[in-house]
């Protein structure tokens, strides 16, 4: 079989669990410094020491003496399905444009809801499938990619399709957990009737989306200026009683209570948190909501980085991610979003591989299935190009990944 693979002699580094890892617990990893995988079928059947004898008949081997081998990276929070760039608003930001008033002045997501409608089905999967293989070089195996750029129906269903077509290629490189974020931002045929908007979303969108699988999780842009928490609550709450898992854009421009809409609804993840209060931090750890951190975009921003060695002290469970989009962060780079974490936000390596793994898999209900490197789990892996995962930040910025392994599938980076 293809999917039936041994690696053998490797440096085996992974958290363990089945779900997020909270506090201190981030910061411990299973360390197997000549260590065997065995995938049988794509799924792990035997992750521990070298075993003596005869290797098993029908398995691919991989000797992966002095390489670390790392459960495979889990970014869990992408718009990776655009059409149109913004490379002007970069400049206006540069020359202290603030995101707020790019928006106002019809820039921001509307400038590429525009470009997202204009686009073919075809245009936005061959773009978006660029993205996938520049992701899986540096390690990603699972990616969330969110739609967000339609507004509309027929748009955000283009974006949905996008991603399930993707996913359909048994051969892909990197599986896409899809999150439906209709609440983006308010389209202008809606201008001044955000309430209706949030009827249209609830009567007409989530039912369809549910109905035709086209998405896991319902997010909301629950910002000032955007949607209130009010708002952001009856529409998450109307997705959670369908079933899907539910997700916030949360305290990223102003302290907003975002945070605390997360916690009061048991919500997956809350993401960016720039500006999060305290009390939002204490309430997240408290319901086990993980703190997904984007410090690529407040780099691209120029906004001060969320707290996370604060919220891991507070015994949040963390998780980091790229936020990939045209406007804010034009950026899926692992290599900088791990440096920057490890050196402006203060999370030890152990914690940062801990977030782009298992946490990041839990922000995506999906702990059970991938994130570590477990017996039962798919066989997602990174394999690095030595012997010690602290060149990770230390080689900063670069790509250090030299193969990643997708169910058992070798994926060399050339």
């Not at 245009?123 to 540096?138: F, G, P």
């Not at 702990?367 to 080689?395: T, W």
């Amino acid at each position: 079989m293809d999917n039936n693979l041994l690696i053998i002699n490797a440096h085996i580094v992974t958290p363990v669990g089945s779900g997020a890892r909270k506090g201190k617990e981030m910061n411990e990893l299973l360390n197997i410094p000549c260590g065997t995988v065995e995938v049988t079928d794509g799924i792990i059947t035997y992750a521990g020491p070298n075993r003596k004898g005869k290797l098993p008949e029908g398995y691919k081997v991989l000797n992966a003496e002095n390489q670390i081998l790392l459960p495979g990276f889990v970014d869990s929070h992408t718009h990776l399905v655009f059409g149109g760039y913004r490379p002007e608003e970069f400049i206006w930001r540069m020359r202290g444009d603030s995101y707020m008033s790019i928006m106002e002045r019809g820039g921001g997501i509307v400038n590429t809801m525009k470009a997202t409608r204009e686009a073919s089905f075809h245009e936005l999967k061959e773009k978006a499938e660029k993205y996938i293989h520049a992701m899986s070089r540096m390690g990603v195996t699972t990616v969330e990619g969110k739609s967000g750029y339609g507004l509309d129906k027929e748009t955000e269903l283009k974006q949905l399709k996008v991603m399930a077509a993707i996913n359909r290629n048994p051969n892909r490189k990197v599986e896409i957990a899809s999150t439906f974020l209709g609440a983006h931002a308010l389209p202008p045929e809606y201008k001044d009737r955000e309430e209706r908007y949030i009827d249209f979303l609830i009567d007409e969108m989530l039912p369809y989306i549910r109905e035709n699988n086209l998405a896991e999780n319902c997010d909301v842009f629950c910002e000032k200026g955007v949607f209130t928490v009010e708002q952001s609550r009856r529409l998450l709450s109307a997705a959670k009683e369908m079933g899907y898992g539910i997700k916030i854009h949360a305290d990223e421009i102003v302290s907003f209570g975002g945070a605390e809409l997360a916690a009061e609804l048991h919500a997956l993840s809350a993401d960016h948190l720039l500006h999060v209060s305290d009390e939002g931090i204490r309430r997240m750890a408290e319901n086990n909501v993980v703190a997904t951190l984007l410090p690529l975009t407040a780099f691209t921003l120029r906004e001060p980085y969320a707290r996370g060695r604060e919220m891991i002290d507070a015994g949040c469970a963390v998780a980091l991610a790229t936020d990939l989009n045209p406007g804010s962060c034009f950026s899926g780079s692992i290599p900088l979003t791990i440096a920057l974490a490890c050196i402006y936000m203060k999370l030890s390596i152990e914690e940062t591989i801990t977030a782009l793994t298992l946490n990041g898999a839990a922000a995506l209900h999906r702990a059970d299935r991938i994130g570590s490197i477990e017996v039962g789990k798919q066989g997602d892996f990174v394999i690095l190009n030595s012997d010690n995962y602290h060149i990770l930040p230390y080689y900063v910025g670069m790509n250090c990944v030299i193969m990643t392994i997708k169910g058992g599938m070798l994926y060399p980076v050339a």
